[in-house]
Nanobody, 120 residues
Framework: QVQLVESGGGLVQPGGSLRLSCAAS????????MGWYRQAPGKQRELVAAVRSGGETKYADSVKGRFTIARDNAKNTVYLQMNSLKPEDTAVYYC??????????????WGQGTQVTVSS
């Protein structure tokens, strides 16, 4: 009932920047939380950043000061601006949203993932 389309991943050199986008569509009444997770090979999926509908944000300690999460409620879209990228940021990045649907369901939906590779 909720579809997520991610974009913006790719290959970047250390110190570079990338911007990820994730657009939600479907039977959406309200999106409570929008966030980004990442999973590196051999590691567990971890929270990178999240933002509530009111604007409160949370970041992993490893990305504080380098990454910025933002959302456009009118477009049901969340962005992740990643600056000063490091090789250890290499991972598949997943969009995640917690949605109240038009028929009063609460859904936790995941995007398909986008690869971010930081390498020289």
């Amino acid at each position: 009932q909720v579809q997520l389309v991610e974009s913006g991943g790719g290959l970047v050199q250390p110190g570079g920047s990338l911007r990820l986008s994730c657009a939600a569509s479907g039977s959406i009444f309200e999106i409570n939380v929008m966030g980004w997770y990442r999973q590196a090979p051999g590691k567990q999926r971890e929270l990178v950043a999240a933002v509530r509908s009111g604007g409160e944000t949370k970041y992993a300690d490893s990305v504080k000061g380098r990454f910025t999460i933002a959302r456009d409620n009118a477009k049901n879209t969340v962005y992740l601006q990643m600056n000063s990228l490091k090789p250890e940021d290499t991972a598949v990045y997943y969009c995640n949203v917690r949605v109240e649907t038009t028929n009063l369901l609460i859904l936790n939906s995941w995007g398909q993932g986008t690869q971010v590779t930081v390498s020289s």
